[in-house]
């Protein structure tokens, strides 16, 4: 191997590293280390003159290995070894440690995060001398996409890439399309109708002669990766079909909320509080009744009903502010005599046109009333005084201070998102994350929102989380000319990161095929040895850890590199600065 | 000085080192004991590199994967969890305190838990003291070689 020539970077993040950790003393103490050629600090490095910076210095002073010391590497290593390979070097050549997420953010005496960040930094430079280069997989892709779910992300999904000619296979769980939008009457803010959106679609779709629709399907396992998917269905439990396709869009979109959890609101107990989905279905029919089949002459409209609160859910739902509104606009339509109250924690109509939309129904006699929407509820109560209405709402208004009665004959519960029920099932099966929510974890939020961590798959609509029509849309469009990008290059490079094993080392236990989840180890019963299949080999590093003769390597995670990244970092004792 | 323990700790790439990066980006606060090693899965710490660490000077040895039925190769961390359960017994024979090595699952979700850990294992560390490890063997070497040295005197006075 040759002598390793070591280029060390150690990046400020404009004051985010700086601040809690001395960026120039690490740059300056590491440049003693043995190999280290070029050591330096910059305010960013991923900027351009950040990598420019590694590029003239791997061509000037012969570097055959990088460090960069900054962020996760979840957000910045591929662009570090981009320009590594910009300069026409092996981009595995390459080791970041991260001073940013687990230093500099996270601890609070700038002289243990520096003796921290040294020591990784130290951990990283032992590493990267044992770095190899590797030679990247090019796969071709299966222009075939797999969509999950039917709603108005998964449909416009569905048309997008199949107008260009390509093959859609486009999986519903239920018995029709459209999705939760399939029970809306009008959007907002510009109460367009829903059906005028989405029933075009589902008539093109149920035509298109690249889309093949599997209603009354649910996904089981897809197998592969990126370009070269499969999965067998079930359709109604009847067929059985397989499926091969290059790329995958999650659309599994949201469940709502469950109000009967809440006391306050008697959902459940008390017959005319209803969700915005069932008050939804009468708008759609056009008769708004009581359950007693009377015409209601007060309306109270409750928001935030499972959000923003910590006994439910913490988040935001998104639309429902704006669905509220909108209510109010309809309600005023149909019955211009009746009283309507909006009862709200705090109103968030964002985005455009929402705002205006929020002033002109504030103008149309509407009475708003605000409540605490962490620690104090309304309470809806049944009136058992009077007959000429059935229900009161007690509330603390905020803005008046005052305790007030609301007479009503019907409460309409904004009712917030959920994630879907089966959340868990589908990130199983295509592998991607979920967080505590249990909605899907982008690859990076800012850089890279429709992506997961897992190449090929895309998440959009709100199994992200929840949100409307107009991003939900958005979404959609980005993940599709992702994916059209990928089909037009016809092939994607692929992580070379798999098992290998040393022929001559390896004594033939077979004990590595035992662990293997991929079944990607085989035995060659000539030669008495093990042999990976790399195509299949996902490279987990299982069976390098399980093999007893050190035969096996995980390529980008030998032992080598693995053992001296352990004596970098504790070659530093914490106390000394 | 009071005693600030050294941890090394292994997190899988797709559930816990995720997870201790949702830590940072939350700000939350922990001990900087904790020295913060990738690996792909769970199922990839070798047994070696965690007794590495320990001879290394290490005083704890933390490894973290996803929550069981959620590795993203499927089953590595329930390799892990049987290959922790023995070594935890090796160690214990080698007069390391079990307590010393932690598996712990972390999903991508859990920074706070990953930022609770990172300060409960450093404080049962702190607690416990040091491990010393490093410095028997480095002695237990030094004797050995002081030993050796006498041999070869000896051998060189009965050629004598
Ligand atoms: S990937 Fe996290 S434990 Fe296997």
């Known amino acids: 191997m040759e002598e390793p020539r070591i280029g060390v970077y150690i990046c400020w993040c404009g004051t985010n590293i700086a601040k809690m950790v001395d960026v120039e003393y690490i740059a300056e103490e590491v440049k003693k280390l043995q190999n280290v050629v070029v050591s330096r600090n910059y305010?960013?490095?991923?900027?351009?003159?950040?990598?420019?910076?590694?590029?003239?210095?791997?061509?000037?002073?012969?570097?055959?290995?990088?460090?960069?010391?900054?962020?996760?590497?979840?957000?910045?290593?591929?662009?570090?070894?981009?320009?590594?390979e910009n300069a026409g070097l092996n981009s595995y050549l390459f080791e970041m440690a991260n001073i940013?997420?687990?230093?500099?953010?996270?601890?609070?005496?700038?002289?243990?995060?520096?003796?921290?960040?040294?020591?990784?930094?130290?951990?990283?430079?032992?590493?990267?001398?044992?770095?190899?280069?590797?030679?990247?997989?090019?796969?071709?892709?299966?222009?075939?996409?797999?969509i999950i779910g039917g709603g108005i992300a998964g449909l416009t999904a569905a048309l997008e890439i199949a107008d260009t000619g390509k093959q859609v296979y486009l999986i519903e769980k239920k018995n029709s399309l459209g999705g939760n939008l399939a029970f809306v009457d009008l959007s907002f803010p510009d109460l367009s109708s829903v059906k005028q959106i989405l029933?075009?679609?589902?008539?093109?779709?149920?035509?298109?002669?690249?889309?093949?629709?599997?209603?009354?399907?649910?996904?089981?396992?897809?197998?592969?990766?990126?370009?070269?998917?499969?999965?067998?269905?079930?359709?109604?439990?009847?067929?059985?079909?397989?499926?091969?396709?290059?790329?995958?869009?999650?659309?599994?979109?949201?469940?709502?909320?469950?109000?009967?959890?809440?006391?306050?609101?008697?959902?459940?107990?008390?017959?005319?509080?209803?969700?915005?989905?069932?008050?939804?279905?009468?708008?759609?029919?056009?008769?708004?009744?009581?359950?007693?089949?009377?015409?209601?002459?007060?309306?109270?409209?409750?928001?935030?009903?499972?959000?923003?609160?910590?006994?439910?859910?913490?988040?935001?739902?998104?639309?429902?502010?704006?669905?509220?509104?909108?209510?109010?606009?309809?309600?005023?339509?149909?019955?211009?005599?009746?009283?309507?109250y909006e009862l709200y924690g705090d109103m968030r109509v964002f985005g455009k046109g929402c705002e205006e939309f929020y002033t002109q129904t504030s103008r149309k006699d509407i009475v708003f009333m605000m409540f605490d929407q962490r620690n104090d509820l309304p309470k809806i109560k049944a009136n058992t005084s009077k007959k000429d209405f059935n229900m009161i709402i007690e509330i603390n208004e905020k803005l008046s201070?005052?305790?007030?009665?609301?007479?009503?004959?019907?409460?309409?519960?904004?009712?917030?998102?959920?994630?879907?029920?089966?959340?868990?099932?589908?990130?199983?099966?295509?592998?991607?994350?979920?967080?505590?929510?249990?909605f899907y974890i982008e690859r990076h939020p800012k850089l890279d929102p429709v992506a997961t961590t897992t190449d090929g798959v895309y998440i959009v609509g709100s199994c992200q989380g929840p949100k409307g029509i107009i991003d939900s849309v958005s979404q959609t469009r980005a993940a599709v000319s992702r994916?059209?990008?990928?089909?037009?290059?016809?092939?994607?490079?692929?992580?070379?990161?798999?098992?290998?094993?040393?022929?001559?080392?390896?004594?033939?236990?077979?004990?590595?095929?035992?662990?293997?989840?991929?079944?990607?180890?085989?035995?060659?019963p000539e030669k008495n040895i093990s042999v990976v299949n790399e195509v299949l080999c996902k490279g987990c590093g299982t069976c390098g850890s399980a093999c007893p003769t050190g035969a096996i390597r995980s390529r980008h995670f030998t032992d080598l590199q693995i053992l001296s990244q352990i004596e970098g970092i504790m070659s530093l004792e914490l106390e000394e600065v | 000085m009071s005693f600030e323990p050294k941890i090394v700790s292994f997190l899988c790439n797709w559930c816990s080192y995720t997870g201790a990066d949702l830590a940072g980006t939350s700000r939350m606060k922990y001990a900087a004991n904790i020295r913060i090693i990738r690996v792909m899965c769970s199922g990839r710490v070798d047994p070696t590199f965690v007794l590495k660490a320990f001879r290394e000077g290490a005083d704890g040895v933390l490894i973290c994967g996803c929550h069981p039925g959620d590795c993203h190769y499927h089953e590595g961390n329930y390799k892990c969890l049987r290959r922790y359960k023995l070594l935890?017994?090796?160690?214990?024979?080698?007069?390391?305190?079990?307590?010393?090595?932690?598996?712990?699952?972390?999903?991508?979700?859990?920074?706070?838990?990953?930022?609770?850990?990172?300060?409960?294992?450093?404080?049962?560390?702190?607690?416990?003291?040091?491990?010393?490890?490093?410095?028997?063997?480095?002695?237990?070497?030094k004797t050995k070689s002081v030993n050796e040295d006498e041999n070869v005197e000896k051998e060189k006075m009965e050629a004598i």
């Open chain 1, 100 to 146: 940013r997420e687990h230093v500099s953010w996270v601890h609070t005496d700038r002289k243990e995060a520096t003796e921290k960040a040294k020591s990784l930094v130290m951990a990283a430079i032992k590493r990267v001398g044992f770095h190899e280069s590797l030679a990247k997989r090019s796969v071709e892709i299966n222009p075939a996409s797999l």
């Open chain 2, 88 to 141: 935890t017994k090796y160690i214990k024979q080698m007069g390391i305190d079990d307590k010393r090595l932690r598996l712990e699952w972390i999903s991508a979700s859990e920074g706070k838990q990953f930022a609770e850990l990172a300060n409960e294992m450093a404080e049962t560390l702190r607690n416990l003291g040091p491990a010393n490890i490093k410095d028997k063997l480095d002695f237990f070497q």
């Open chain 1, 401 to 438: 201070g005052e305790e007030l009665n609301i007479p009503v004959d019907m409460v309409v519960l904004m009712v917030g998102a959920q994630a879907q029920d089966n959340a868990k099932d589908i990130s199983h099966a295509v592998g991607i994350s979920m967080c505590g929510n249990a």
């Open chain 1, 199 to 340: 029933d075009p679609k589902i008539e093109k779709i149920n035509k298109h002669p690249n889309i093949k629709v599997f209603l009354n399907t649910e996904i089981d396992e897809i197998f592969g990766y990126v370009g070269n998917f499969e999965t067998k269905l079930f359709e109604n439990t009847k067929s059985e079909e397989t499926l091969k396709f290059g790329n995958i869009i999650v659309a599994t979109g949201l469940k709502p909320f469950d109000p009967s959890v809440i006391p306050e609101y008697a959902y459940g107990k008390l017959p005319d509080v209803i969700t915005s989905i069932e008050f939804e279905k009468m708008l759609k029919e056009g008769i708004i009744r009581t359950k007693a089949g009377k015409e209601p002459k007060n309306i109270g409209i409750i928001h935030c009903v499972g959000s923003r609160n910590n006994k439910y859910n913490e988040y935001c739902s998104r639309t429902c502010c704006a669905t509220g509104l909108k209510y109010a606009n309809q309600l005023r339509d149909a019955l211009p005599e009746a009283g309507i």
């Open chain 1, 43 to 84: 305010k960013y490095m991923c900027s351009d003159p950040g990598q420019d910076l590694i590029i003239k210095d791997i061509k000037e002073n012969n570097l055959n290995r990088i460090v960069v010391s900054a962020c996760s590497p979840r957000i910045h290593e591929l662009t570090f070894r981009k320009a590594l």
């Open chain 1, 483 to 524: 994916i059209l990008g990928t089909i037009a290059k016809g092939s994607v490079q692929v992580e070379v990161t798999t098992a290998v094993v040393n022929e001559d080392v390896c004594c033939g236990c077979q004990t590595c095929i035992s662990v293997c989840p991929y079944t990607a180890i085989s035995f060659n």
